[in-house]
């Protein structure tokens, strides 16, 4: 199974923006998108592949996972996207378009012989599968399973409410059904499942109510466009005193139960079982991974 990191946030960086591209590491996020895909133009789409390219050679980027959202390789620009990537290993890329098990298939046997002829182990770069159909949502769970590549499973809300004829909305409850399939497939497979993006950069509540919402569902993490939606995502996705220390107590009483030989836990006159500790354990390890401070006892 691959390594869990810590993706509360992914934050887009447009791959024609070389300031952005600069800079990407210093905003705070988890995850960096640089950004080949929907957001470059196609006139500009070598371009940013250039640019993109001498930031992964030039720039070290400290303490944050650094992918790249290719194009599909159905399109006219994906080849040439993983052959000037790929090289440079980044820790994942984002496979855009990702509709069937066929797809993660042929990005894996690319990605494997261009590992191979750059000294790379076959297998380093992650991918995260983006889907955006009504079609690929119905394939999660082959995608998830096509390769040990996959690490997580995110959708592209956009495109996906567009593909079966949904009205946006800042609610949106048109994202429910997917939002399900995301996260059941994800689990099934082992891997996260992450959240698309908030467009309104301006409303932070609103922010915050449906980051809150995605992870309280299941989700590990969300997707940003803007520097300034990264606190307010962090704040959603990391456990509260409240919980860590709710958490802390079940471990507690899980441990003094199982040195007595006790098969029945009990904390607060409620008992706790399997499932509750494996809950209190998630939320003590997303502490750990967030830098929380954590209560002794």
Same mark, same amino acid.
């Given at each position: 199974?691959?390594?869990?990191?810590?993706?509360?946030?992914?934050?887009?960086?447009?791959?024609?923006?070389?300031?952005?591209?600069?800079?990407?590491?210093?905003?705070?996020?988890?995850?960096?998108?640089?950004?080949?895909?929907?957001?470059?133009?196609?006139?500009?789409?070598?371009?940013?592949?250039?640019?993109?390219?001498?930031?992964?050679?030039?720039?070290?980027?400290?303490?944050?996972?650094?992918?790249?959202?290719?194009?599909?390789?159905?399109?006219?620009?994906?080849?040439?996207?993983?052959?000037?990537?790929i090289p440079l290993a980044p820790?994942?890329?984002?496979?855009?378009?990702?509709?069937?098990?066929?797809?993660?298939?042929?990005?894996?046997?690319?990605?494997?012989?261009?590992?191979?002829?750059?000294?790379?182990?076959?297998?380093?770069?992650?991918?995260?599968?983006?889907?955006?159909?009504?079609?690929?949502?119905?394939?999660?769970?082959?995608?998830?399973?096509?390769?040990?590549?996959?690490?997580?499973?995110?959708?592209?809300?956009?495109?996906?409410?567009?593909?079966?004829?949904?009205v946006r909305t800042k609610e +949106?409850?048109?994202?429910?059904?997917?939002? &399900?399939?995301?996260?059941? !497939?994800? =689990?099934? *497979? $082992? %891997?996260? #499942? /992450? @959240?698309?993006?908030?467009?309104?950069?301006?409303?932070?509540?609103?922010?915050?109510?449906?980051?809150?919402?995605?992870?309280?569902?299941?989700?590990?993490?969300?997707?940003?466009?803007?520097?300034?939606?990264?606190?307010?995502?962090?704040?959603?996705?990391?456990?509260?005193?409240?919980?860590? +220390?709710?958490?802390?107590?079940?471990?507690? &009483?899980?441990?003094?139960? !199982?040195? =007595?030989? *006790? $098969? %029945?836990? #009990? /904390? @607060?006159?409620?008992?706790?079982?399997?499932?509750?500790?494996?809950?209190?354990?998630?939320?003590?390890?997303?502490?750990?991974?967030?830098g929380c401070l954590l209560i002794?006892?």
């Amino acid at each position: 199974m691959m390594e869990r990191r810590l993706r509360r946030t992914s934050l887009y960086i447009p791959g024609t923006n070389p300031g952005m591209l600069a800079n990407a590491s210093v905003y705070g996020a988890d995850s960096i998108i640089l950004d080949l895909e929907d957001g470059v133009p196609v006139s500009e789409k070598d371009a940013a592949r250039i640019l993109v390219r001498n930031a992964l050679r030039a720039i070290r980027y400290r303490g944050v996972e650094v992918t790249v959202r290719v194009n599909a390789l159905c399109t006219p620009f994906g080849k040439d996207d993983f052959e000037e990537i790929i090289p440079l290993a980044p820790d994942a890329i984002r496979l855009p378009k990702c509709e069937s098990a066929e797809d993660v298939r042929q990005a894996d046997a690319l990605m494997s012989e261009l590992e191979s002829r750059n000294g790379i182990q076959p297998g380093t770069v992650q991918i995260i599968a983006i889907t955006e159909s009504a079609s690929g949502g119905t394939k999660l769970s082959e995608i998830a399973a096509a390769s040990p590549r996959i690490a997580a499973l995110n959708y592209g809300a956009e495109d996906y409410t567009a593909d079966i004829g949904a009205v946006r909305t800042k609610e +949106g409850h048109e994202l429910d059904d997917i939002r &399900a399939k995301v996260i059941v !497939a994800a =689990r099934i *497979a $082992g %891997v996260q #499942a /992450l @959240d698309s993006v908030f467009g309104d950069v301006n409303d932070m509540d609103g922010l915050y109510a449906e980051a809150f919402r995605v992870r309280q569902l299941g989700f590990d993490g969300k997707s940003v466009i803007h520097p300034r939606q990264i606190s307010v995502v962090h704040s959603a996705f990391t456990p509260s005193e409240k919980e860590i +220390g709710f958490a802390e107590r079940v471990m507690k &009483a899980f441990h003094e139960a !199982a040195s =007595r030989g *006790a $098969g %029945v836990i #009990a /904390l @607060d006159g409620r008992m706790i079982d399997a499932p509750v500790v494996a809950r209190a354990q998630k939320i003590i390890a997303l502490a750990e991974a967030a830098g929380c401070l954590l209560i002794e006892g």
